[in-house]
């Protein structure tokens, strides 16, 4: 089983920044082959960010441009800088692996809020 726990939500302005960062540990995590994904009220759970293989990354149109997944092999962490923050971008943020058929559980997410 992996384990995964993601951290550094919370409430900004507009055109503010966070940095999400999500702790994986397991026998089967592979953070080369990791994302992110967010939840919005009303809404499915979509990709926002992943690692798809290498170095190579995919991300949502939404957020091209203002975030970057990065990681942290040292610390078997998966980073998400958020700039320029929306109102749009306020959700659950979750990590887990890059492909569905791998997704497994889910950890409990870090709410993200971007409000005047």
């Known amino acids: 089983q992996v384990q995964l726990v993601e951290s550094g939500g919370g409430l900004v302005q507009p055109g503010g920044s966070l940095r999400l960062s999500c702790a994986a540990s397991?026998?089967?995590?592979?953070?080369?082959?990791m994302g992110w994904y967010r939840q919005a009220p009303g809404k499915k759970r979509e990709l926002v960010a992943r690692?798809?293989?290498?170095?190579?990354?995919d991300y949502a149109d939404s957020v091209k441009g203002r975030f970057t997944i990065s990681r942290d092999k040292a610390k078997n962490t998966v980073l998400l800088q958020m700039n320029s923050l929306k109102p749009e971008d306020t959700a659950i943020y979750y990590c887990?692996?890059?492909?569905?058929?791998?997704?497994?559980?889910w950890g409990q997410g870090t709410q993200v809020t971007v409000s005047s």
């Open positions: 887990n692996t890059a492909f569905p058929a791998t997704w497994g559980s």
């Open positions: 397991g026998s089967i995590f592979n953070i080369y082959t």
């Open positions: 690692f798809i293989y290498g170095d190579t990354t």
